[in-house]
């Protein structure tokens, strides 16, 4: 059993098909053939059903399909690895994250990572966190940002980013000047709210006692816009410091501290651990942990702390 006669194997299981297997590996039928046949030899076991008009593969067949990938996968694995051992950084690195993590995490440590690696090429699939896992299981992704906490047995994950969740509201609104706002008092005022998401849940669940009396004016996909109806005067939310920073330090918008509790966004690195990290992926995550060492923040223990995304 060699490589290649797997790469074979799975391309006529792939195409159930010897004559388009042999078309796309650029060789004989006759030749694929033969090597299905060694296979089947030394599996003792039949591989493929041929009687009908599709090949099909047989319950030994399939066995073999699960192990054929895994070992494919990491023979290629084997030699990337050794072919990068002295090699500069270089190709194509994929990231997951979300729309506010590009926006307002990212930017300082991409220009950071671009000017010590150009040769790396970014590509970023922007989408929710449990989108963002999806894509970081199946191997379409190399890296993901995604809100914490989150559970995955075959994932490790990195801590980069901790901020408070304040409420924002206009400048001249008549909460401006309050040093804090009770949940009490967020629901008497009309609300802009995240459509979805697991901050939307950490919200409602923050506004349980009071939703009798919870005006929800708007729901938006956006962060970005959120902010801009907020500085419009059609409502308040509730918004991550740092995504603020710029309205506020402009005099557009007020931060304003929940009374008697905190809430705390938190976003992790993640990648699969059982899989083979390109060059690129790894001075990036170098990267990530120097860039992202002061943004987060310690925060004092407490029994209302929360976390959203």
């Keep these: 059993m060699d490589y290649d006669q797997l790469g074979s194997f799975l391309e006529v299981a792939k195409l159930q098909s010897f004559s388009r297997a042999a078309e796309k590996l650029f060789r004989t039928q006759p030749a694929i053939s033969a090597q299905v046949r060694l296979l089947e030899q030394e599996c003792g076991e039949k591989l493929f059903d041929r009687s009908g008009k599709k090949v099909l593969m047989t319950p030994a067949g399939e066995i073999l399909y699960r192990y054929a990938e895994k070992m494919l ?39 950071r990572f671009k000017q010590l690696y150009p040769l790396v090429q970014i590509s970023i699939y922007r989408n929710f966190s449990h989108k963002i896992m999806q894509k970081v299981q199946e191997g379409a992704v190399d890296l993901g940002i995604v809100t914490l906490p989150m559970t995955a047995n075959n994932m490790e994950v990195i801590p980069v980013f901790r901020d408070e969740v304040q409420i924002v509201v206009p400048k001249a ?27 939307r849940v950490v919200i409602d669940r923050l506004l349980r006692d009071q939703r009798d009396r919870v005006q929800i004016s708007m729901e938006m996909a956006s962060v970005e816009t959120i902010k801009k109806f907020v500085g419009a005067g059609l409502g308040i939310s509730l918004i991550s410091r740092t995504y603020v920073q710029p309205e506020v330090t402009a005099g557009l918008l007020k931060l304003i501290p929940l009374e008697g509790q905190k809430l705390y966004r938190e976003l992790g690195l993640v990648y699969r651990r059982d899989r083979y990290l390109s060059l690129p992926a790894k001075v990036f995550i170098d990267v990530v942990r120097e860039s992202t060492k002061s943004t987060i923040a310690s925060a004092p223990s407490s029994t209302n702390t929360g976390t959203v995304r």
């Design 173 to 199: 609104h008549p909460l401006a000047r309050n040093k804090h706002v009770t949940v009490e008092e967020l629901a008497e005022h009309p609300l802009i709210l995240p459509k979805t998401g697991h901050t």
């Design 73 to 111: 996968a990491m023979h290629k694995e084997a030699l990337q690895a050794i072919a990068e051992l002295n090699q500069t950084p270089r190709g194509k690195l994929f990231i997951g994250a979300n729309e506010a993590t590009c926006l307002y995490v990212l930017p300082k440590t991409f220009a």
